[in-house]
Nanobody, 124 residues
Framework: QVQLVESGGGLVQAGDSLRLSCAAS????????MGWFRQAPGKEREFVAG???????YYSDSVKGRFTISRDNAKNTVFLQMSSLKPDDTAVYYC??????????????????WGQGTQVTVSS
C-alpha cells in the first residue's frame, strides 16, 4: 500500500554533489521514520541514513559529514543531499519507510516498504 518513488540519481564525477528525493504515498508519512539504503554490485544492501518522525538523524560512518537526510512532511518527501561523492558511493539507492509509527530510535530492520531504487554512479 505504501509507495515510494525515488528520483535524482545519475552519473557524476568524484567530488560532485547530488540530491536524491523520495516521494511517499499511501501511508502515515509524518509519523514514521524514513531512510536511505544502498546496494553496490555484488554487495549486501547497507544502511546509509535515516530520520525519525521527530527528525532525529542517523548516518553510517562511511557517509557521515558528507550526506544529509531531511524531510518535508508537507510534501511527503524525504531527501538525501550527497556531497563530496566518491566512487565508493556508486550504488543503487533505495528509499524506505518504517512500519511502526512514532519510533524514538531508528530501527533499520523495521523498514518494510521500499522504493524501486535510483542509480548513483560516481566516476573517478
Amino acid at each position: 500500500q505504501v509507495q515510494l518513488v525515488e528520483s535524482g540519481g545519475g552519473l557524476v564525477q568524484a567530488g560532485d554533489s547530488l540530491r536524491l528525493s523520495c516521494a511517499a504515498s499511501g501511508g502515515p508519512f509524518s509519523s514514521v521514520a524514513m531512510g536511505w539504503f544502498r546496494q553496490a554490485p555484488g554487495k549486501e544492501r547497507e544502511f546509509v541514513a535515516g530520520i525519525t518522525w521527530s527528525r532525529n538523524t542517523y548516518y553510517s560512518d562511511s557517509v557521515k559529514g558528507r550526506f544529509t537526510i531531511s524531510r518535508d512532511n508537507a510534501k511527503n518527501t524525504v531527501f538525501l543531499q550527497m556531497s563530496s561523492l566518491k566512487p565508493d558511493d556508486t550504488a543503487v539507492y533505495y528509499c524506505a519507510q518504517d512500519r511502526v509509527t512514532f519510533r524514538s530510535v531508528l530501527v533499520p530492520a523495521g523498514f518494510g516498504s521500499w522504493g524501486q531504487g535510483t542509480q548513483v554512479t560516481v566516476s573517478s
